[in-house]
């Protein structure tokens, strides 16, 4: 029954809260007797900031998790089964964030699982250790690769990658995001590598949005497909989701804790086992569209505050695949204003409340409004007019 209820389509949940929300400006004891102050997020979902915030359902589900002992091992795959079937992946595993999955995947493809090939890496003896990666795909996150034993390889071309599978090639890597910047696209690297017996994986980490996309790279052939649990699902900051084939996952349980081992760092607590299923079940169920006209109507709400400010323009702007919602793209001469975008950023920051944005070069400001809260939105659209109106 409560699976049933978790694939109904849309029992309309609100997407934004309600006017009494937690912002910025509220009250946070905690963060003011360190000598902090919470911040307005104009960056979006991203980890520096905190990910997301968590809604009443996850933090409900981490609670009553947080009450009982309950066999750790069972509840990993008790928790994988589930969400496996709601985002229709042959299996799946919680991890402690997508660079973790990055790991234990790589970890689960190098030891193909071999017990005792998985217990000697980052030894690379009898190992097939070499990861294939478009030069234009490198991440920042190799090093989760490299410390299971992963040499990196990068290619340019498909006749470079079909040339530098060898016999000691053990995965390839993709960056989902880096779609259009790469000669090989997705498709063509799943056939690759299917074609040549090579497990694929794909960094999906910020591309939940459109919520199609937590089953659309597993469907197109991809052997494990990651997606961070803090940042569109809303999850626990501290979880991600390790997606794909049946005997990869199954090899990729042993890589992490409770068994000792590579993962044993990258602990998943119940609270985050619980509260990431409930971020999954919740994210099915939002009216993705409703939040949508939520984000549009803050994203007018800003331009509508500069626009009587001069020489100053700004545009709706949609990123391609990650972070997939509306953002305001503020641009200015920074000649003509006599201000650079980083005094602008150091301006927003250092204001009451603070407030964080994307630099995007000379005279160019990002703004995310997705993870704005009441009226933040129109907090932020007020200071800009005032820094930028001079
Ligand atoms: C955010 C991100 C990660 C890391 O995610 P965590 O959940 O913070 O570990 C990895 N890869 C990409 C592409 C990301 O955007």
Not at 52 to 68: G, K, L, T
Not at 182 to 202: D, L, S, Y
Not at 375 to 382: H, L, P, R, S
């Amino acid at each position: 029954m409560l699976q049933t209820a978790a694939l109904a389509p849309a029992a309309a949940l609100p997407a934004v809260a309600a006017a009494t929300e937690i912002t910025a400006l509220s009250p946070a004891p905690l963060y003011k007797s360190l000598g902090m102050r919470p911040v307005i997020n104009g960056m979006g979902v991203v980890t520096v900031l905190g990910g997301s915030i968590m809604p009443p359902e996850v933090i409900q589900a981490m609670e009553e998790a947080s009450r009982f002992f309950i066999p750790l091992p069972e509840l990993e795959r008790k928790v994988g089964a589930r969400i496996a079937e709601l985002v229709q992946a042959p299996a799946a595993m919680v991890t402690c964030g997508a660079a973790s999955a990055i790991a234990v995947g790589t970890a689960a493809c190098l030891s193909q699982g071999d017990a005792a090939k998985l217990r000697q890496l980052p030894n690379r003896d009898g190992i097939k250790y070499e990861v294939i990666q478009q030069k234009s795909h490198r991440s920042g996150y190799e090093h989760q690769m490299e410390l299971c034993g992963a040499k990196v390889v990068t290619v340019e071309t498909r006749q470079q990658l079909e040339a530098a599978i060898n016999e000691r090639t053990g995965m390839m890597f993709y960056l989902n995001k880096a779609e259009h910047d790469g000669q090989i696209k997705a498709e063509e690297f799943v056939k690759i590598g299917k074609a040549r017996g090579i497990p694929t994986m794909n960094d999906a980490a910020s591309d939940a949005t459109p919520k199609e996309n937590l089953w659309k790279y597993t469907k197109m052939g991809f052997d494990l497909v990651i997606f961070s649990g803090g940042k569109a699902l809303r999850g626990p900051q501290a979880s991600g989701l390790l997606l794909g084939r049946k005997d990869l996952i199954e090899a990729s349980y042993p890589a992490m804790s409770p068994y000792g081992g590579i993962g044993r760092g990258m602990k998943v607590g119940k609270e985050e086992l619980c509260g990431l299923l409930a971020a999954v079940e919740r994210y099915l169920k939002v009216d993705h569209a409703a939040e949508w006209k939520e984000l549009e109507a803050r994203v007018a709400t800003i331009r509508a505050a500069l626009k009587g400010v001069k020489r100053v323009t700004t545009e709706r702007h949609i990123p391609v695949i990650a972070n997939e919602v509306p953002h305001v793209m503020v641009q200015w001469n920074e000649r003509t204003l006599g201000m650079t975008t980083k005094e602008v950023h150091e301006r927003l920051m250092g204001g009451e409340p603070s407030i964080h944005t994307l630099q995007q070069g000379p005279g160019k400001l990002l703004i995310s409004v997705w993870m704005m809260r009441g009226d933040e939105a129109q907090i932020v659209g007020g200071r800009l007019g005032e820094i930028l109106g001079g």
